[in-house]
């Protein structure tokens, strides 16, 4: 099995506004990542994640503490971009190019802390939660969009399951929206890799997605 990757120690144990760089780049955990469930031979491959075989991700650690709505927010996944000038725009993707020697296709940042202290289950959880998020655009027919070089288009995904609990108590599952029935069948099937509680918010769902 591969080593699961730990943030560095420097990002521990602080507020985040007393560290003096409280993001940093995590190329290792971009290398577990990949060969722990995107690769053709990763050990706990997971295919909806095929796509991402040829996207560039760029992997951070940060100390600095994240909440939305009175929940932690632990990971975020998302397409690199900011909202400003000229000059805000180029200083952050100047910053983001120095980081990882390209602009990425997605950027996904964790909590050092809560890395830390999760057990492998929940780090695994919230690591492919993000991952989800990355996802292969599609056309207004439903098919994968691709890029005139061949290339996956890609874009940010949101929740496979958006029902209220009163409707399928009422009607039952099959009654629900979308993928609904999928959703309860695999909690009734229970976890394939492991039980695991992500005990923190996901900052790409608190975006709206």
Same mark, same amino acid.
């Given at each position: ?68 709505? #009175?929940?932690? *927010?632990?990971?975020?996944?998302? =397409?690199?971009?900011?909202? +400003?000038?000229?000059? &805000?725009? %180029? @200083? ?65 995904? #949101?929740?496979? *399951?958006?029902?209220?609990?009163? =409707?399928?108590?009422?009607? +039952?599952?099959?009654? &629900?929206? %979308? @993928? ?30």
């Amino acid at each position: 099995m591969l080593t699961r990757p730990r943030p560095p120690g420097r990002l521990l144990g602080g507020d985040g506004a007393t560290t003096a760089r409280p993001f940093e780049p995590a190329p290792d955990l971009r290398d577990w990542a990949y060969a722990s469930f995107i690769s053709e031979d990763a050990l706990l491959l997971n295919e909806e994640h095929a796509h991402l075989r040829e996207a560039q991700i760029g992997f951070m650690w940060t100390a600095v503490p994240n909440a939305r709505g #009175g929940n932690s *927010v632990v990971g975020q996944a998302e =397409i690199p971009s900011i909202q +400003g000038g000229k000059w &805000a725009r %180029g @200083r952050f993707f100047q910053q983001v190019e120095e980081w990882f020697g390209l602009i990425p296709d997605f950027l996904i940042t964790f909590d050092a802390g809560f890395a830390d202290e999760a057990d492998d289950a929940t780090f695994c959880a919230i690591v492919e939660h993000e991952l989800y998020h990355c996802a292969q655009a599609r056309t207004p027919w439903g098919d994968l969009k691709f890029r005139k070089d061949g290339s996956p288009a890609f874009t940010m995904r #949101g929740h496979d *399951v958006e029902e209220f609990v009163g =409707i399928v108590q009422r009607y +039952g599952a099959g009654a &629900a929206a %979308g @993928r609904t029935s999928a959703f309860v069948a695999a909690a009734v099937a229970g976890p394939t890799i492991a039980a695991a509680e992500i005990a923190g918010c996901c900052g790409t769902c608190g975006r709206g997605l």
